[in-house]
T-cell receptor, first 110, second 114 residues
């Protein structure tokens, strides 16, 4: 069965510092991967997606993710975070429905 | 312009009551979903409907009954509410033929059982 593992449940980081949120997937064929963000008291918004092609995917709000097939990873990065990036981040793999990780809480500290 | 809309946004009610949550999508998608998000933020799929037909029914108490009058609507009715039903319920939709397309989510319904 497909599974998505987000290795960190919480990531605190100071404002303007870089951040990496880790995600590993299990599927070995036709991988489609997504990162969603959930701001407090809101629904999930799509940050970025990997379908094929370039392994470096750029998303909204300055986030990017790198698809690494050999390591079955799809880590999310941002070079400089803002207070407004404080949210829950979910990695997901294609399926019907999507297979979600358990989420990583990013807390940006002023 | 809201793509997936849920009502109500907040629902506070007493144990034992029956309540419904409505969901509508205007994206022309053929598949709709209900998820439950617990206090630890874990997202669990409950149901999925494709063109008004039930295609996914996870291990959910039969007090929960989804109803899809048409492919743009998927409502969730809950009978005899229990304390453990307190959670945020999200509706989502997608075009299932395009597996590389993401699901679109509503803003959630925050259900609190007193």
């Amino acid at each position: 069965a497909q599974s998505v593992t987000q290795l960190d449940s919480q990531v605190p980081v100071f404002e303007e510092a870089p951040v990496e949120l880790r995600c590993n997937y299990s599927s070995s064929v036709s991988v489609y991967l997504f990162w969603y963000v959930q701001y407090p008291n809101q629904g999930l918004q799509l940050l970025l997606k990997y379908l094929s092609g370039s392994t470096l995917v750029k998303g909204i709000n300055g986030f990017e993710a790198e698809f690494n097939k050999s390591q079955t990873s799809f880590h999310l990065r941002k070079p400089s975070v803002h207070i407004s990036d404080t949210a829950e981040y979910f990695c997901a793999e294609k399926g019907t429905p999507l297979v979600f990780g358990k989420g990583t809480r990013l807390s940006v500290i002023a | 312009d809201t793509a997936v809309s849920q009502t109500p946004k907040y629902l506070v009610t007493q144990m034992g009551n029956d309540k419904s949550i409505k969901c509508e999508q205007n994206l022309g998608h053929d598949t709709m979903y209900w998820y439950k998000q617990d206090s630890k933020k874990f997202l669990k799929i409950m149901f999925s409907y494709n063109n008004k037909e039930l295609i996914i029914n996870e291990t959910v108490p039969n007090r929960f009954s989804p109803k899809s009058p048409d492919k743009a609507h998927l409502n969730l009715h809950i009978n005899s509410l229990e304390l453990g039903d307190s959670a945020v319920y999200f509706c989502a939709s997608s075009q299932v033929r395009d597996l590389n397309q993401p699901q679109h989510f509503g803003d959630g319904t925050r259900l609190s059982i007193l």
